[in-house]
C-alpha cells in the first residue's frame, strides 16, 4: 500500500509536518511574540498546501523553502543586547507587596536608582524593601489617587534626580475590591477601581512625563487581560483596565515622536495582594450581602452569591506564586532596546489572546467560560422558572394523555 506513494509526496509530508509542528510548537509557548509568528506559520502551510496543489514539482517547492529560510535567518539576527541599568532612574507605584515589591528589589539590585511608592512606610512591605535593598532605593508614601501626595512624589524625586531624566515609570498600583454580578456589585466599587486603577495611573503619568521625555524614557504600565475580556463577575475591575488600556495605547502613539517607549504588561492569575487572605473575602461577602436590596437577595439568592465567594477563593489559592515572569516582562520593557508593546506574562495568556482575536465569537466565549468561574448555581429566580417550566411542561404532558386515553 505504502509504494503508491511517490517519494514527492513523502517530501511534501515532511515539509507540511515541520510547519504544523511549528505552529503547534507557537501555540503551545503561549508567549507574547505567538500570535504573528503563529498566523505567519499557518499561512505559510497553506501557501505550502497550495503551490502542491498547482502541481509545483517538489524540488522547485523545496528551493523556494529554503530560499525563503536563508531570508528569514538573514533578516532577524539575534537579539540586540540590553541596555545597562547603571544610572537609570526608575519610579514604581504599589510597592507594598506584590509584582511592585518585587519588581522594586530586582531592579535594585540589577543596579537601577528606584523610587518606590507605598501606603505605608511602616509596613511589612516597606521594612523589607529597607531592610533587603542598597542605600539607591527611595521609599516614598504615596496614595496615587491623592493628587497633593502624588505632586510630593514629584518633587521628592525631582530633588533626587537633579538634572537628570526619569528612564522609566512602573505603573504597577492597582485594586480589584469586587466579585459578583454586575447587578450585585457596588456603586461603590466600579467608583473605586476606577479611582485607582485609572485615574490614579492617569495622574502619575501625566505628572512624571515631562522627566521622561527629558529622558526618553519608558512607561510600562501592568494591566490585564480582564480589560480586553468580558470575564464574568469582574465589570468593575474589567471596565476599569479597559480605560487603562486604551489610554496607554493612545498615549503610545502620542510619545513616539518624543522617543518615550510604552509597554503593557498582561499577567496571567498570580497570588498578590488580598488573593490569599481569607478574611478578606469573607469581609467582602459579608459586606455584599448586607447592601443588597430584598428584592434582589430574594432574585438572586444568598446561596448563588455565596457559590460565587467560594469560587473566587478557589480560584484565588490556585494562582501562580512565582512571579518571575512578571518581573522578567518588567525588566525587558525597560532596558530591551526595541521593547514590545504587549508582554504577554505566564502560561496560557497568549493562547487565550490567541483564541479571543483568532477563533470565531462562539469558542471564545465557550473557553473564557471554562477558563474562569465554573458556577453551578443558577440566580434563585431562574431556578424556580425552570422548575416552573417543568412542572408545567409535566402537567401538559398529563393532560395530553389523559385526552388520549378518552
Same mark, same amino acid.
Given at each position: 500500500?505504502m509504494?503508491?506513494?511517490t517519494?514527492?509526496?513523502w517530501?511534501?509530508?515532511g515539509?507540511?509536518?515541520?510547519?504544523?509542528?511549528g505552529a503547534?510548537?507557537?501555540?503551545?509557548?503561549?508567549?507574547?511574540?505567538?500570535a504573528?509568528p503563529l498566523?505567519?506559520?499557518?499561512?505559510?502551510t497553506?501557501?505550502?498546501?497550495?503551490?502542491?496543489?498547482?502541481?509545483?514539482?517538489?524540488?522547485l517547492l523545496?528551493?523556494?523553502?529554503g530560499l525563503?529560510?536563508?531570508?528569514?535567518?538573514?533578516?532577524?539576527t539575534g537579539?540586540p543586547?540590553?541596555l545597562?541599568?547603571?544610572?537609570k532612574a526608575?519610579?514604581?507605584t504599589g510597592c507594598?507587596?506584590?509584582?511592585g515589591?518585587?519588581?522594586?528589589?530586582?531592579?535594585d539590585a540589577?543596579?537601577?536608582?528606584?523610587?518606590?511608592?507605598?501606603?505605608?512606610l511602616?509596613g511589612?512591605?516597606?521594612r523589607?524593601?529597607q531592610?533587603?535593598?542598597?542605600?539607591r532605593?527611595?521609599l516614598?508614601?504615596?496614595?496615587i489617587?491623592?493628587p497633593?501626595?502624588?505632586q510630593?512624589?514629584?518633587?521628592d524625586?525631582?530633588a533626587?534626580?537633579?538634572?537628570?531624566?526619569?528612564?522609566?515609570?512602573?505603573?504597577?498600583?492597582?485594586?480589584?475590591?469586587?466579585?459578583?454580578?454586575?447587578?450585585?456589585?457596588?456603586m461603590?466599587?466600579?467608583?473605586?477601581c476606577?479611582?485607582v486603577n485609572?485615574?490614579?495611573t492617569?495622574?502619575?503619568?501625566?505628572?512624571?512625563?515631562?522627566?521622561?521625555r527629558?529622558?526618553k524614557?519608558?512607561?510600562v504600565?501592568?494591566?490585564?487581560?480582564?480589560?480586553d475580556?468580558?470575564?464574568?463577575c469582574?465589570?468593575?475591575?474589567?471596565? $476599569?483596565?479597559?480605560?487603562?488600556? #486604551?489610554?496607554?495605547?493612545t +498615549?503610545?502613539?502620542? *510619545?513616539? &515622536?518624543?522617543?518615550? @517607549?510604552?509597554s503593557t504588561?498582561?499577567?496571567?492569575s498570580y497570588?498578590t495582594?488580598?488573593?490569599?487572605?481569607?478574611?478578606?473575602w469573607?469581609q467582602?461577602?459579608?459586606q455584599?450581602?448586607?447592601s443588597?436590596?430584598?428584592?434582589?437577595?430574594e432574585?438572586y439568592?444568598?446561596?448563588?452569591?455565596?457559590e460565587t465567594?467560594?469560587l473566587f477563593?478557589?480560584?484565588a489559592?490556585?494562582?501562580?506564586?512565582d512571579?518571575?515572569p512578571?518581573?522578567?516582562?518588567?525588566?525587558q520593557?525597560?532596558?530591551?532596546?526595541?521593547?514590545?508593546v504587549?508582554?504577554?506574562?505566564?502560561?496560557?495568556?497568549?493562547?487565550?489572546?490567541?483564541i479571543h482575536n483568532?477563533c470565531?465569537? $462562539?469558542i471564545s466565549?465557550?473557553f #473564557?467560560?471554562?477558563?474562569? +468561574?465554573?458556577?453551578? *448555581?443558577? &440566580?434563585?429566580?431562574? @431556578?424556580?422558572q425552570?422548575g416552573?417550566?417543568?412542572?408545567?411542561?409535566?402537567?401538559?404532558n398529563?393532560?395530553n394523555?389523559?385526552?388520549?386515553?378518552?
Amino acid at each position: 500500500m505504502m509504494d503508491d506513494y511517490t517519494l514527492p509526496f513523502w517530501i511534501y509530508l515532511g515539509v507540511l509536518t515541520v510547519f504544523v509542528g511549528g505552529a503547534m510548537k507557537k501555540i503551545l509557548a503561549s508567549h507574547l511574540s505567538a500570535a504573528p509568528p503563529l498566523v505567519a506559520w499557518l499561512g505559510a502551510t497553506v501557501l505550502a498546501e497550495r503551490l502542491w496543489a498547482l502541481c509545483l514539482p517538489a524540488v522547485l517547492l523545496l528551493a523556494l523553502l529554503g530560499l525563503a529560510c536563508c531570508l528569514y535567518s538573514a533578516a532577524r539576527t539575534g537579539p540586540p543586547p540590553a541596555l545597562p541599568a547603571h544610572g537609570k532612574a526608575v519610579f514604581i507605584t504599589g510597592c507594598d507587596s506584590g509584582f511592585g515589591n518585587a519588581a522594586a528589589k530586582h531592579l535594585d539590585a540589577l543596579g537601577f536608582q528606584v523610587f518606590a511608592t507605598v501606603l505605608d512606610l511602616s509596613g511589612d512591605g516597606a521594612r523589607e524593601l529597607q531592610r533587603t535593598c542598597s542605600p539607591r532605593l527611595t521609599l516614598l508614601q504615596v496614595d496615587i489617587t491623592q493628587p497633593q501626595q502624588v505632586q510630593q512624589a514629584l518633587l521628592d524625586t525631582k530633588a533626587k534626580l537633579g538634572l537628570k531624566g526619569l528612564w522609566g515609570l512602573v505603573n504597577n498600583a492597582g485594586v480589584c475590591v469586587n466579585f459578583g454580578d454586575s447587578e450585585l456589585s457596588l456603586m461603590s466599587n466600579f467608583r473605586g477601581c476606577m479611582e485607582v486603577n485609572f485615574f490614579g495611573t492617569l495622574s502619575i503619568t501625566k505628572s512624571f512625563l515631562p522627566l521622561l521625555r527629558q529622558a526618553k524614557g519608558r512607561i510600562v504600565t501592568i494591566s490585564s487581560p480582564a480589560g480586553d475580556q468580558p470575564f464574568p463577575c469582574l465589570a468593575a475591575y474589567g471596565a $476599569s483596565k479597559a480605560a487603562l488600556n #486604551l489610554f496607554i495605547n493612545t +498615549l503610545r502613539h502620542e *510619545l513616539e &515622536p518624543w522617543g518615550v @517607549r510604552v509597554s503593557t504588561i498582561l499577567p496571567s492569575s498570580y497570588k498578590t495582594g488580598q488573593s490569599s487572605n481569607h478574611n478578606y473575602w469573607e469581609q467582602q461577602h459579608k459586606q455584599l450581602l448586607q447592601s443588597l436590596s430584598p428584592s434582589l437577595l430574594e432574585d438572586y439568592g444568598e446561596d448563588y452569591v455565596t457559590e460565587t465567594k467560594e469560587l473566587f477563593q478557589t480560584y484565588a489559592s490556585q494562582a501562580n506564586t512565582d512571579l518571575s515572569p512578571v518581573i522578567d516582562a518588567i525588566v525587558q520593557a525597560l532596558l530591551s532596546p526595541q521593547p514590545h508593546v504587549r508582554y504577554f506574562a505566564g502560561p496560557g495568556v497568549g493562547l487565550m489572546y490567541f483564541i479571543h482575536n483568532y477563533c470565531p465569537f $462562539s469558542i471564545s466565549n465557550r473557553f #473564557l467560560q471554562k477558563l474562569f +468561574l465554573k458556577k453551578k *448555581l443558577m &440566580p434563585r429566580a431562574l @431556578r424556580k422558572q425552570s422548575g416552573f417550566d417543568l412542572n408545567l411542561s409535566l402537567h401538559n404532558n398529563n393532560n395530553n394523555n389523559e385526552e388520549k386515553l378518552k
